[in-house]
């Protein structure tokens, strides 16, 4: 069964520094998102992308943040310079078209857990 | 604008028990709801969701959720937990879907254990 796949699942990081997570959406989908969790918080929406440029973002997706679709397969999140408080489990997710067997599901990723010392 | 909450961040049940996890949802539209579930080392799963028409839904594993507009409540049950039931729960609302393209609005997610 296809599915969305997220590296790293882990990755540590030192204050001000770039991060990248990447996602494997599934191949045929059209729309995809990124969500993150900070520890016993709600699930936040950060993003949406459709057709190379961001459909819809949050007011936490300001400029220290971007999504790229480099290779037409990966689907990135940037943070260019990370902040305590963007320790989170971030979450990729996608969807496909409009067709009649579509009922809503967003598929989503296993989530990359970053930690910001 | 939409939100959710879910009462209880974490719920522990005998195996053999019921199980009720909680949702409220705020919504300005006529709601949209899904429950996610997620299992150790893995994605968040759908488990069932209401878009319209019956208020009971029934999703795998056995789990049913009904929408009460009411009670503004999509409470999720399952009547006999099972051992590997164990996960977190995450409910979601949204106001619509179309075009391939649907918002979900999560809560915080319930971590539900299940001990012998």
């Known amino acids: 069964e296809p599915e969305v796949t997220q590296t790293p699942s882990h990755q540590v990081t030192q204050m001000g520094q770039e991060v990248i997570l990447r996602c494997v959406p599934i191949s045929n989908h059209l729309y995809f998102y990124w969500y993150r969790q900070i520890l016993g918080q709600k699930v936040e929406f950060l993003v949406s992308?459709?057709?190379?440029?961001?459909?819809?973002k949050s007011e936490i997706f300001d400029d220290q943040f971007s999504v790229e679709r480099p290779d037409g397969s990966n689907f990135t999140l940037k943070i260019r310079s990370t902040k305590l408080e963007d320790s989170a489990m971030y979450f990729c997710?996608?969807?496909?078209?409009?067709?009649?067997?579509?009922?809503?599901?967003?598929?989503f990723g296993e989530g990359s857990r970053l930690t910001v010392l | 604008a939409q939100s959710v909450t879910q009462l209880g961040s974490h719920v522990s049940v005998s195996e053999g028990a019921l199980v009720l996890l909680r949702c409220n949802y705020s919504s300005s539209v006529p709601p949209y709801l899904f429950w996610y579930v997620q299992y150790p080392n893995q994605g968040l799963q759908l488990l069932l969701k209401?878009?319209?028409?019956?208020?009971l839904v029934k999703g795998i594993n056995g789990f049913e959720a009904e929408f009460k507009k009411s009670e503004t409540s999509f409470h999720l049950t399952k009547p006999s937990a099972h051992m590997s039931d164990a996960a977190e729960y995450f409910c979601a609302v949204s106001g619509g879907f179309s075009g391939g393209y649907n918002k979900l609005i999560f809560g915080a997610g319930t971590r539900l254990a299940v001990h012998p």
């Open positions: 992308f459709y057709n190379n440029e961001i459909s819809e």
């Open positions: 997710a996608s969807t496909g078209t409009s067709g009649s067997t579509w009922a809503g599901e967003l598929f």
């Open positions: 209401y878009t319209t028409g019956a208020t």
